[in-house]
């Protein structure tokens, strides 16, 4: 009997003895506050702490080296009347609306032709990405100097095409140093749309469109009723990312023209570097950048519900 | 797929496929030929008659010599390294852990943090950065590889966190569950069940984080002032162009450079860093 007993018992006394932290790891909720411990340090202290500090920021005056006084919502008023900041309001509204639209239609195109067989395709993926992932200030160099007035060697095959008479000073010219912005961004945004939208296409099963292609759907009407709806909450996230990272973008512009020509090219986030950190006015290029958030927060939360009505669906 | 003649495909396919890959990829060849072409080609206007845009007859290694011997580039290199290197490492170990506790623990408020650190994915680094160059020199980080390897986890590690979720909502219950009848403590479960069969996933979130620090450029800029703390770009662009003085043949030859440890990566991963790009936006 007492042998017996014994032997029940073994298997808990053989079990490995627990520390006091292994046992505050077993409970779950402990578990889980150590794990996002270090997550929840480093987030607060550089995105959360910062974002506060900027809001309190963009309520003084401070300068860099001077503390600055409480002036409360003086810095948005002063912008509001700002023709520089208002130029860069609608600048960056533009160059977002137009090269999301660009890269999304390029992306979807070079999307759809990637999705078909040929030879060598992975090797063409594979290529194609690279203006994604090479760093964005040394390719954006590489159109610096392909955009030189005197030396562009898109200018050259223009003119030996005969589609121009005399030079286009690409970035020189206020009008077109937009576009010329806008032309770089979306040469680096259409591999990741393309990308992205390639690894939606390929989990539509093809015998969706081989039913209707028997059904005498044509090739646009099989697009049009069965591929871009299945594509859609795909095509919603890429969206959103791109649309944020666009609004904010600085490094392009800051390369290819700095803001200039007479701020045509100024964007929120070069003009703010260009007042908070050139001119040293801290609180107000605090408050420039500030001035994206709400913007940026009702993109967010649009494409967000968007996102969800259409996976409900 | 393609029904009809021929010419249906060169025109709605190989034409336009070529198109797109010669326009992707011009700038990167243009990059090579402007690196090796002697600053007398460099300089001649495009109207002259003898301008040959697409090749040179008299390569020369000037420019990188130039860059190798009298800027610090080489310095630039290995700082951009050991910052891409930290950061990637400490937001793989936070992305990690919190990606765990999210998609497998059960605890309050999971579902509002979830969502938070979704929230900090979508801010963008240009929101932050003067109040955050504040911080940094309240912190004596200002003008350290440390400001950088602080800061870039904020953006890595909510891109981690997220794509390392995927991977583990995957991982079936089970696996788990039968190691921990076995005796094994969660962290054991964790770290020796887990982890090892989401290491498709760590890689994809590693060479990801790897590149995105590799390319940061405003904190860079911010955070950094003497020419040997500097990052590739943004000692590229601060020493490589005086005032409106461009020295373009070096300027060319490194950012030819600084792209090849993104490249050499990228060129030994690439389904590791689609299936990142793919797995980020899927979530």
Redesign the interface.
């Known amino acids: 009997m007492v042998i017996d007993s014994v032997a029940a018992a073994r298997p808990y006394v053989a079990a490995p003895r627990r520390g006091p932290v292994t046992r505050v790891l077993e409970n779950e909720r402990w578990f889980a506050f150590f794990l996002l411990l270090p997550t929840a340090v480093l987030l607060g202290l550089f995105i959360a702490y910062p974002f506060v500090k900027g809001v309190m920021l963009a309520v003084t005056d401070a300068k860099v080296g001077v503390p600055g006084n409480f002036v409360g919502l003086q810095n948005f008023a002063v912008l509001m009347n700002d023709s520089i900041f208002r130029i860069a309001v609608w600048n960056t509204i533009l160059y977002t609306a137009v090269t999301t639209v660009f890269k999304l239609a390029l992306g979807l195109w070079l999307a759809l032709l990637l999705n078909r067989h040929f030879r060598a395709k992975a090797l063409t993926r594979a290529f194609i990405l690279l203006p994604f992932i090479i760093p964005t200030v040394l390719s954006t160099f590489a159109w610096k100097w392909m955009f030189d007035p005197t030396f562009s060697v898109i200018n050259w095959t223009l003119f030996h095409l005969g589609i121009i008479r005399t030079r286009i000073n690409w970035l020189g010219d206020p009008q077109l140093a937009l576009i010329s912005v806008m032309i770089v961004n979306v040469w680096r945004g259409v591999p990741f749309y393309a990308i992205s939208l390639l690894a939606g296409l390929q989990t539509i099963n093809p015998e969706l469109a081989e039913a209707a292609a028997i059904d005498g759907a044509r090739p646009w009407q099989r697009f049009r009723y069965i591929t871009w709806p299945l594509l859609l909450p795909v095509t919603m996230v890429v969206v959103l990312f791109s649309v944020i990272q666009t609004f904010a973008d600085f490094q392009l512009v800051y390369i290819l023209t700095g803001g200039g020509p007479a701020n045509a090219t100024q964007l929120f986030a070069t003009y703010a570097y260009q007042v908070g950190v050139g001119t040293g006015l801290l609180s107000e290029g605090a408050a420039i950048s500030l001035a994206m958030f709400p913007v940026l927060l009702i993109v967010v939360v649009v494409q967000l519900l968007y996102i969800r009505r259409v996976e409900t669906h | 797929?393609?029904e009809g003649a021929r010419w249906r495909r060169w025109v709605f396919?190989n034409l336009?496929?070529v198109l797109?890959?010669v326009?992707?990829?011009f700038?990167?060849y243009?990059?090579m030929v402007?690196t090796v072409r002697p600053d007398a080609e460099?300089?001649?206007?495009?109207?002259a008659p003898n301008?040959t845009?697409?090749w040179t007859l008299n390569p020369t290694l000037d420019h990188i010599r130039y860059l190798l011997d009298e800027t610090l580039f080489s310095r630039w290199m290995l700082n951009t390294f050991f910052i891409s290197v930290l950061a990637t490492v400490?937001s793989l170990?936070?992305?990690l852990?919190?990606g765990?506790?999210?998609s497998r623990?059960?605890?309050?408020f999971?579902g509002s943090?979830g969502t938070g650190?979704f929230?900090?994915y979508?801010?963008?680094?240009?929101?932050?950065?003067?109040?955050?160059?504040?911080?940094i020199r309240n912190f004596r980080l200002g003008d350290t590889p440390w400001a950088l390897v602080?800061?870039y986890?904020?953006f890595l590690?909510?891109f981690c966190?997220w794509l390392l979720m995927g991977y583990f909502k995957a991982i079936p219950r089970e696996l788990e569950e039968c190691a921990r009848i076995d005796?094994a403590?969660?962290?054991q479960a964790m770290v020796y069940i887990v982890f090892p069969v989401a290491v498709p996933g760590i890689l994809s979130a590693g060479i990801f984080a790897f590149?995105l620090s590799?390319?940061e450029?405003?904190y860079a800029?911010?955070f950094l002032s003497s020419p040997e703390q500097k990052t590739?770009?943004v000692g590229?662009?601060s020493e490589l162009v005086r005032g409106d003085v461009?020295y373009?043949g070096s300027?060319?030859a490194?950012?030819?450079l600084?792209?090849v440890p993104?490249?050499l990566i990228?060129?030994f991963f690439?389904e590791y860093?689609?299936a990142g790009?793919?797995g980020?936006?899927?979530?």
Do not use: E, H
């Not at chain 2, 460099?42 to 109207?47: F, S």
């Open positions: 797929m393609i396919f336009p496929l797109f890959v326009g992707l990829l700038p990167f243009w990059m402007t460099l300089y001649r206007p495009w109207m301008y845009p697409f400490i170990f936070c992305g852990l919190a765990y506790a999210l623990l059960k605890f309050p999971a943090l650190i929230i900090t979508l801010v963008p680094q240009t929101l932050l950065f003067i109040p955050l160059a504040d911080i602080l800061t986890p904020t590690i909510p966190t005796g403590t969660r962290w590149t590799w390319n450029f405003i800029l911010v590739v770009a590229i662009t461009f373009w300027l060319m490194g950012a030819l600084g792209s993104v490249a990228y060129s690439v860093y689609v790009i793919t980020s936006v899927k979530g």
